[in-house]
T-cell receptor, first 114, second 112 residues
Framework: DTGVSQDPRHKITKRGQNVTFRCDPI?????LYWYRQTLGQGPEFLTY????????KSRLLSDRFSAERPKGSFSTLEIQRTEQGDSAMYLC????????????FGQGTRLTVV | SQQGEEDPQALSIQEGENATMNCSYK?????LQWYRQNSGRGLVHLIL?????REKHSGRLRVTLDTSKKSSSLLITASRAADTASYFC????????????FGTGTRLTVIP
């Protein structure tokens, strides 16, 4: 296990389609985070999990966004009925339980909605 | 909205010079962290400074924290072309939502 892994790295989809991204965190980490980053901006927090519990989801951008971490290991982020404004880099990160430590980021999934 | 704001938004220096980036934040923090991001890639953690610390060093990096002014600075000494990247500060709040919030970033270009 060499780090946080995200799949796919790139996704091009037509407007209105659903997309799902996967994140595999570092295996010892209990916390998993999703961020969105648009060009020239810093990462914007979306949601996070501690084990399988989603402890913060009020910052998900709309009800079209949802995330799961069913067994406390990998996580998925789904966007339904994609819009052009959803085009961005989606970043996943993980950290040790307790949280107030460094976060380890994956390489991100770049979504382009056409 | 983002928790932190970096200044300047962009910085261009010659190789060998020092680069200083500043970060201001809004609320009480547990710690402040600096990350680097190469174009189109994920973020890499550089250094963490706790709220009870004032200065921290790691290799060519020096970070200061002034909690009374809610500000931090990152100094990169003897810069190299490979230091070209975006640099972000991020904060863990001491109360409320327990999440890592990022600033807007400084784009550093080191000219060989």
């Amino acid at each position: 296990d060499t780090g946080v892994s995200q799949d796919p790295r790139h996704k091009i989809t037509k407007r209105g389609q659903n997309v799902t991204f996967r994140c595999d965190p570092i295996s010892e980490h209990n916390r998993l985070y999703w961020y969105r980053q648009t060009l020239g901006q810093g990462p914007e927090f979306l949601t996070y999990f501690q084990n399988e519990a989603q402890l913060e989801k009020s910052r998900l951008l709309s009800d079209r966004f949802s995330a799961e971490r069913p067994k406390g290991s990998f996580s998925t982020l789904e966007i339904q009925r994609t819009e052009q404004g959803d085009s961005a880099m989606y970043l996943c990160a993980s950290s040790f339980q307790g949280g107030m430590t460094e976060a380890f980021f994956g390489q991100g999934t770049r979504l382009t909605v056409v | 909205s983002q928790q932190g704001e970096e200044d300047p938004q962009a910085l261009s220096i010659q190789e060998g010079e020092n680069a200083t980036m500043n970060c201001s934040y809004k609320t009480s923090i547990n710690n402040l962290q600096w990350y680097r991001q190469n174009s189109g890639r994920g973020l890499v953690h550089l250094i963490l400074i706790r709220s009870n610390e004032r200065e921290k060093h790691s290799g060519r990096l020096r970070v200061t924290l002034d909690t009374s002014k809610k500000s931090s600075s990152l100094l990169i000494t003897a810069s190299r072309a490979a230091d070209t990247a975006s640099y972000f500060c991020a904060t863990w709040g001491s109360t409320g939502a327990n999440n890592l919030f990022f600033g807007t970033g400084t784009r550093l270009t080191v000219i060989p």
